[in-house]
T-cell receptor, first 112, second 114 residues
């Protein structure tokens, strides 16, 4: 069953602009991860934020987590054409046999 | 350091045929898993393994078998292919069974069942 749901489904921006992608989920989580997938390739891990963290940075990436709203956002600053990809959020629940559940993804197009 | 290697990259099967999708990792990871990716469905977990000799079912295990005889290899077997199994299959591994460590993905096998 799908846990994370990304929004919007597709996003098109100009190079240099910021891209904001959102993920909402339904049940309590242990952590939330963001992955990137370039066309025809496997997913690549970008960043992980734990349930007791509110914000995390990695290079041009900034992730926030609001557990009261059950939502996360991924901000890519100063976007580049190379950022064109699909982005997925993935959540792990708090159960004993916790598994990672992926959303359906957001397609980001960065126009040069 | 190759990471996660999947073979073949592409495969076409006829309904009823069987085949094995290969997955190997050279990072000494405990945990390995198989996902399928379908348009509009995201990634769904088929089977996973937390170590050699241990496998378990994910969200969509029907029609698939796995085994884990070594740490490095985690093949996925399609017993009798059906058109509904047309998909892109990804193998992924992580260092431990704990979900807080990142998954490393292979580049996928695109399977078409006619």
């Amino acid at each position: 069953s799908q846990q994370g749901e990304e929004d919007p489904q597709a996003l098109s921006i100009q190079e240099g602009e910021n891209a904001t992608m959102n993920c909402s989920y339904k049940t309590s989580i242990n952590n939330l991860q963001w992955y990137r997938q370039n066309s025809g390739r496997g997913l690549v891990h970008l960043i992980l934020i734990r349930s007791n963290e509110r914000e995390k940075h990695s290079g041009r990436l900034r992730v926030t987590l609001d557990t009261s709203k059950k939502s996360s956002s991924l901000l890519i600053t100063a976007s580049r054409a190379a950022d064109t990809a699909s982005y997925f959020c993935a959540t792990s629940d708090t159960g004993a046999n916790s598994k990672l559940t992926f959303g359906k993804g957001i397609t980001l197009s960065v126009r040069p | 350091n190759a990471g996660v290697t999947q073979t073949p990259k592409f495969q076409v099967l006829k309904t009823g045929q069987s085949m094995t999708l290969q997955c190997a990792q050279d990072m000494n990871h405990e945990y390995m898993s198989w996902y399928r990716q379908d348009p509009g469905m995201g990634l769904r977990l088929i089977h996973y393994s937390v170590g050699a000799g241990i496998t378990d079912q994910g969200e969509v295990p029907n029609g698939y078998n796995v085994s884990r005889s070594t740490t490095e290899d985690f093949p996925l077997r399609l017993l009798s292919a059906a058109p509904s199994q047309t998909s892109v299959y990804f193998c992924a591994s992580r260092a431990t069974y704990r979900v807080a460590s990142p998954l490393h993905f292979g580049n996928g096998t695109r399977l078409t069942v006619t």
